[in-house]
């Protein structure tokens, strides 16, 4: 199948432009300090026209299987906290994780820099990331895309008084067999940078 640039899309993200579109699917969340949580996601790379991609990540805790498509009204069921969950807040929410309950919200830009860092591939782009998390976190990402493959790496943090204490992350995002997988390390909690969590979805 022969891949066609979105219509309008600046040539300077020619680099992410397989990106471009609406994904869904579940993922898996799993931390030392939040336990093992199943969440549906829905996330949204879309331009204006501009040198740059922009970026909607919505992720939802759920219990049982992944819906096929959001509820025709848009409204999923309201946050009910379970006080037998043991504690496992989402993060920045004081709330607990319950089926259909939004568990984090991402929105962000995605840029592919001018700058080439001593060492990139030939075949590689590097980029620019900012995303700024509803529960009062900015970080910026630096890294680089090629062949279907993203790597990205925190390089600042700020945060509110009231977020949770990140750190450190890094992010994996690739095209496997037109399905869009992504992982993400997390330091935080009081923990080293390890696994947090990981999805796979299909453009919709």
Do not use: C
Not at 64 to 86: H, M, N, R, S, Y
């Amino acid at each position: 199948m022969t891949f066609t640039f979105p219509e309008g899309l600046s040539p300077e993200v020619y680099p992410l432009a397989w990106l471009v579109g609406r994904w869904r699917g579940e993922g898996v969340i799993e931390y030392p300090t939040i336990g093992r949580k199943t969440f549906v996601q829905d996330l949204v790379f879309d331009h204006d026209g501009g040198p740059y991609l922009r970026f909607e990540s919505t992720l939802r805790v759920l219990d049982g299987a992944v819906p096929d498509a959001p509820p025709a009204d848009g409204e999923w069921p309201a946050p009910v906290p379970d006080p037998t969950d043991g504690g496992s807040a989402a993060p920045g929410t004081g709330e607990v994780g319950e089926a259909g309950t939004v568990w984090s919200t991402e929105t962000g830009y995605w840029r592919v820099s001018t700058d080439r860092p001593e060492g990139l591939e030939d075949d590689k782009h590097a980029l620019e990331v900012l995303v700024a998390d509803a529960s009062g976190r900015i970080t910026v990402y630096v890294g680089a895309a090629g062949n279907g493959r993203i790597d990205l790496a925190s390089d600042a943090i700020a945060r509110t008084s009231t977020s949770s204490e990140v750190r450190a992350s890094k992010r994996l995002y690739g095209l496997v067999q037109g399905r869009l997988l992504w992982v993400e390390e997390l330091a935080a909690f009081g923990e080293p940078l390890r696994s947090y969590a990981s999805a796979e979805l299909d453009r919709q």
